[in-house]
């Protein structure tokens, strides 16, 4: 009695803590759509790096503006601190880990990204770059 107990509450316990495609959420769903436009755009692709978002993130561009060389002319090195645009306004942590709000809204992070994007690269992000840099985000 006592085994079929402990089995029933760890089988509970795994059901309730296991990802499953009912409860990915909106940066499950972007990713999951970035993947799809990578593979389509190289069916080499083999998935997201956050060590590519990192470079990125880091990386001098000189196709964009030249007061936006990277996208830490604004969001700074540390990804958990605060940043500042170009008129000194406060930009919160890009960070998940201290803005939990950060990508929760497609829109917004594809308006952002368009605009960054166009800012530091002087082009838009690929589907890839964006899976990376997002993922990047995510495990800081």
Request: net charge positive; with cysteine.
């Amino acid at each position: 009695m006592h085994r079929n107990l402990i089995t029933t509450l760890l089988a509970t316990s795994l059901a309730l803590t296991l990802p499953g495609a009912a409860n990915a959420g909106p940066r499950e769903d972007q990713l999951s759509q970035y993947a799809s436009a990578a593979k389509a755009a190289d069916p080499a692709f083999a998935g997201f790096s956050a060590e590519r978002g990192k470079t990125l993130h880091t990386q001098a561009f000189g196709g964009g503006k030249p007061d936006t060389p990277s996208c830490t002319s604004c969001h700074g090195q540390d990804t958990r601190g605060a940043g500042r645009n170009l008129s000194g306004k406060a930009i919160d942590a890009m960070a998940v880990s201290v803005t939990p709000a950060r990508y929760t809204d497609p829109a917004k992070v594809e308006k952002w990204f368009k605009r960054n994007c166009n800012e530091v690269l002087g082009r838009e992000c690929s589907a890839k770059e964006k899976g990376d840099w997002l993922t990047f985000m995510l495990g800081q």
